[in-house]
């Protein structure tokens, strides 16, 4: 992984941005978490807090989509991460003069974070192509990701620190901080002016925006093509790792919570280290190649995974540290082959949308993409509760195996294309 583009301003603002909120919120998160199960005590309440999230989501992506592409992308995420700053702030001042922060209060702070959050990221998601080239696209997603991973990974263990130490109020003035931090320097970032802000805003407008960007998804074979991929990948692969892994580690395995403290830091790892270690895979293999094989990879580190989550491998080893470590390898293999695929995902759709449209497109995407997880999680929650985790963990690689071939020829046709236009270029030369 080249570091090239961190010496450009413009990116390096970007990503010292997007790491910040990255952390204050990542932190705000897990303390929310502590917080409200050592309030209520119940687990009820905790986890309807973690999916009230998805009713704005499901209400307003289409919303945001539209109004991501009609408006300057760099004054609105300079303005909704000042808001964010705003509420958060508010609320440190409510716990500040209360001493707590209510239930009902809480429900109320999420759903207005999920809200900006979801136009933020309508407007976000064209900034990154619109001030690096075409050319650096591969090379900027894989900084970006780095970056985001090295939050993800520290902002649970600051978390802890702090709201150890300090409690709820800290944290919450933290995140107010980095939102703060994150606009300040959004504000230096030189972000071309892509909008297409209507000359009147009414109903048959935003309706003639909308469908622009539901009929280019249809008719772009390749769109569809990631949409249906991703929405694969959370049905089947985020519950593998979101329930029955963790499932079978806790309940059959019986790890200590050390050992599960290691499993879930080594994945994360994994996802720092993919283009770390991976940067001259990405760069030399054809994008289409990249995502296909990737699949293929996962498929197959999955049926390895049921293997291990055989109670036959348990028996005849008489321990379960055989399955613990098999599991443990092959998860951090299969994070790392995760985030490359991700990263191959991130460019494509980068390169093949355009930039004026990118607002109401990733929107859809993003919403078509996790409207399904839910779905997944109660379908594989079921399958737990009825046959064996090796089993449960054998169906997922085989849908995820299935999904590829399927979309095997839409990838690599991808691939055949451009490599004809950048000859036809050269012969032109």
């Known amino acids: 992984m080249s570091l ?25 998160q897990f303390a929310l978490s502590l917080y409200v199960l050592s309030l209520t005590g119940s687990a009820t309440i905790f ?21 991501g592409d009609w408006f300057d992308r760099k004054k609105s995420i300079v303005m909704l991460d000042l808001l964010n700053s705003i509420i958060i702030g508010i609320f440190a001042v409510i716990y500040i003069v209360n001493g707590k922060i209510s239930i009902p209060l809480i429900y109320i702070l999420v759903i207005l ?37 090295i939050g993800n ?47 009147k805003i009414n109903i048959r407008v935003f309706k003639t925006d909308f469908n622009e960007g539901i009929n280019i998804i249809k008719n772009n074979k390749l769109l569809s093509t990631m949409i249906g991929l991703g929405t694969i990948i959370n049905f ?33 790892v994994s996802m720092l280290a993919a283009p770390i270690f991976c940067g001259s895979i990405i760069r030399k293999t054809k994008i289409g190649k990249l995502i296909y094989q990737s699949f293929i990879i996962i498929s197959i580190l999955i049926f390895i995974m049921a293997i291990f989550s055989l109670s036959y491998v348990v028996n005849i080893f008489n321990t379960n540290m055989v399955s613990y470590v098999g ?26 949308v355009p930039l004026n449209i990118m607002g109401r497109t990733s929107t859809v995407f993003n ?23 090796s089993i449960v963990v054998t169906i997922s690689g085989l849908i995820l ?20 236009k950048e000859e036809n270029l050269h012969s032109k030369m």
Do not use: C, W
């Open 47 to 67: 986890a309807s807090i973690l999916s009230v999230s998805i009713v704005p989501r499901l209400i307003l992506s289409p919303i945001a989509g539209v109004f």
């Open 113 to 149: 974070l999920e809200v900006s959050e979801i136009f933020f990221h309508s407007a976000m998601s064209a900034v990154l192509p619109s001030i690096v080239n075409k050319d650096d696209y591969l090379e900027a997603n894989s900084i970006n990701s780095a970056f985001m991973n």
């Open 367 to 389: 919403f078509a993409v996790t409207v399904f997880v839910p779905l997944g999680q109660m379908i594989f929650g079921f399958l737990l509760d009825i046959t064996f985790p």
């Open 327 to 352: 599991l443990l390898i092959v998860s951090f293999v299969i994070g790392m082959v995760v985030t490359v695929a991700n990263i191959a995902l991130g460019t494509l759709f980068d390169k093949i």
């Open 401 to 420: 195996f299935i999904t590829i071939i399927k979309y095997k020829y839409t990838l690599i046709d991808y691939d055949y294309i451009e490599s004809n």
């Open 236 to 268: 089947s692969a985020s519950p593998l790792f979101g329930i029955v892994v963790i499932y079978y580690l806790r309940e059959v395995l019986l790890i200590s919570d050390i050992q599960f403290g290691i499993f879930q830091m080594i994945f994360s």
């Open 4 to 28: 090239k583009l961190i010496k450009q301003k413009d990116f390096s603002l970007l990503i010292f941005g997007k790491l910040v909120s990255l952390l204050g919120s990542n932190i705000q």
């Open 153 to 199: 990974i520290f902002s649970p263990i600051i978390a802890a620190v702090l709201y150890g130490i300090f409690g709820m109020k800290i944290i919450l003035i933290v995140n107010s901080i980095s939102f703060l931090l994150s606009s300040i320097s959004e504000m230096f970032i030189n972000i071309p002016k892509l909008n297409n802000h209507p000359e």
